[in-house]
């Protein structure tokens, strides 16, 4: 492994994963539904692969359903204007989009801010793009990003903001004010900034998400992220894509021609029918989440654990103070699977700040019903 990636070995996903497989205990580590996305959009992805769509390389862009797709969604939820044949782009999941942006955007030694507690792909892909990661610690318990802090983060160097909202692993959802600032200083300091919003429609409780590129000055400096595995839950298709001006589609597009060139063919058109269905399923799949957060909130705290409550995305954050005094999290989520029989990730594995994350613990409540109370209830029994 070159020097660029020090420290970055296995991802805590994979770790945990394994550990679950192990110990045949319930995954609540990494983020995946255990219920697949729907029966309509499954079998258009059959539909696409028996009449020999997408089977052979795609066009480099995304097909075209696919674009044409993604920017009615943009409208329809947004009032968001794109071009599908050149400010679109189809990535092989959200992850592609983000390392081709940091290798497009970046030169060598250029500074990048982002909140941590970051996705762990973020401190990797600023790494191999030659970048120096700027970390802007967010704090319990509401994980509201300091704006002063972030002002004063800002150096000649500063070549981008990478934001996530909602927010993996606080479901921290930005507010109208805070997109508002941090567009003023992006204009002001002549910023570009990529926005992973992964986890758009996967909001609660009133929060609202908007993206950062609607508001005034942004429609050129902004490269937006997404992808088709939260929404529809499939996240084993590594469907994603770029929206953005032509300049930047442009950039990224040059980059990910040379990572995968395309991906996931037949799912694109898939995709594409998801995108389009009606927005009952969009309002429904944000009810039950919210559901789901509300029952494993509850077995947490009922289990002793101090629960941060996510306004969006399909994590609870955690701390173990109380409940493991002396304990770190790693430590802690290493050992929960034999004592516990339940898996869960580490926080402070996303942090480069040396204690803000050291006792917190993600749980994911994208699971069914009993399975979210069998967790709790196994929880409770061990502590
Ligand atoms: N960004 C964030 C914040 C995520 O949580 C994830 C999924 N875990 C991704 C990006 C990656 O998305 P994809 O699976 O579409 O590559
Ligand atoms: N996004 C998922 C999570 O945060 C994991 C994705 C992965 O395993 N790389 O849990």
């Known amino acids: 492994l070159n020097r660029r990636l020090e420290g970055l070995g296995t991802t805590i996903f994979a770790e945990m994963s394994a550990?679950?497989?192990?110990?045949?205990?319930?995954?609540?580590?990494?983020?995946?539904?255990?219920?697949?996305?729907?029966e309509a959009v499954r079998e258009a992805a059959v539909r696409a692969l028996r009449d020999g769509r997408g089977n052979q390389y795609p066009p480099g862009p995304g097909v075209p359903e696919l674009r044409h797709a993604i920017t009615?969604?943009?409208?329809?939820?947004?009032?968001?204007?794109?071009d599908p044949d050149t400010?679109?782009?189809?990535?092989?999941?959200?992850?592609?989009?983000?390392?081709?942006?940091?290798?497009?955007?970046?030169e060598p030694g250029d500074e990048v801010i982002a909140f941590e507690p970051f996705y762990?792909?973020?401190?990797?892909?600023?790494?191999?793009?030659?970048g120096v990661r700027v970390p802007l610690t967010l704090h319990a318990p509401d994980f509201r990003p300091d704006l002063d802090a972030l002002r004063a983060a800002v150096t000649p160097r500063t070549r981008l903001l990478l934001l996530n909202s909602p927010h993996n692993p606080t479901g921290m959802v930005l507010t109208a004010a805070e997109l508002a600032a941090i567009a003023e200083l992006a204009v002001e300091r002549d910023l570009l900034v990529v926005t992973d919003e992964v986890y758009e429609h996967l909001v609660f409780d009133g929060a609202a998400h908007t993206p950062l590129i609607s508001l005034p000055g942004m429609r050129d400096r902004t490269v937006s992220i997404s992808s088709a595995g939260k929404t529809f839950s499939f996240t084993g298709w590594k469907v994603g894509w770029v929206t953005g001006s032509p300049e930047l589609v442009a950039a990224v597009r040059t980059t990910?021609?040379?990572?995968?060139?395309?991906?996931?063919?037949?799912f694109q058109y898939a995709v594409a029918e998801a995108l389009a269905l009606p927005d009952s399923y969009y309002a429904h799949f944000a009810t039950d989440l919210r559901e789901k957060r509300d029952l494993l909130a509850a077995g947490l705290r009922a289990a002793g654990f101090q629960v941060y409550e996510p306004q969006g995305t399909y994590f609870i954050?955690?701390?173990i103070a109380a409940l493991a005094p002396g304990k770190d999290a790693l430590t802690f989520c290493r050992t929960l699977p034999e004592r516990a029989g339940v898996v869960a990730v580490p926080n402070s594995v996303f942090y480069d700040h040396p204690t803000a994350g050291r006792t917190q613990v993600r749980f994911a409540f994208c699971k069914k019903p009993d399975v979210l109370q069998e967790a709790a209830n196994r929880l409770r029994r061990s502590t």
Do not use: W
């Not at 550990?19 to 729907?38: E, K, V």
């Open 19 to 38: 550990l679950a497989l192990a110990t045949g205990a319930i995954n609540l580590g990494q983020g995946f539904p255990d219920t697949d996305g729907p």
């Open 72 to 82: 009615a969604h943009q409208q329809r939820f947004y009032g968001l204007d794109f």
């Open 87 to 106: 400010e679109v782009l189809v990535t092989a999941g959200a992850t592609e989009a983000i390392a081709a942006a940091m290798l497009a955007l970046l």
């Open 120 to 130: 762990d792909s973020y401190a990797a892909c600023v790494a191999m793009a030659g």
């Open 256 to 266: 990910k021609q040379f990572l995968t060139y395309v991906a996931s063919g037949p």
């Open 317 to 319: 954050t955690t701390d």
